[in-house]
């Protein structure tokens, strides 16, 4: 079965960085495009960045473009978020996400911005 598991959240002072990952199995990994979504409290889910399947192509929401990177290892099944310049306004919790026919979700990590 799929499963995407992330890693890396914590707290950050404002203007830090820190390194999301997220290992999926349970289907062929650079067959599908993933993607990062976050959930601040109160507030809907909401799509942070996108990669193709092979990496050529990303995409990111306004808001963190020019800070956030993602990327991703096909040989390790892994996607990452790189998040610089952190603001208090990116804590959310992180979810890993991909479609194949449905949409499946990793258990999210906590990301506090916070002095």
């Known amino acids: 079965q799929v499963q995407l598991v992330e890693s890396g959240g914590g707290l950050v002072q404002p203007g830090g960085s820190l390194r999301l990952s997220c290992v999926a199995s349970?289907?062929?990994?650079?067959?599908?495009?993933m993607s990062w979504y976050r959930q601040a409290p109160g507030k809907e889910r909401e799509l942070v960045a996108a990669i193709t399947s092979v990496g050529g192509v990303t995409n990111y929401a306004d808001s963190v473009k020019g800070r956030f990177t993602i990327s991703r290892d096909n040989t390790w099944n892994t996607v990452y978020l790189q998040m610089n310049s952190l603001k208090p306004e990116d804590t959310a919790v992180y979810y890993c996400n991909v479609r194949i026919l449905q949409n499946y979700w990793g258990q999210g990590t906590q990301v506090t911005v916070s002095s």
């Open positions: 349970g289907f062929t990994f650079r067959g599908y495009g």
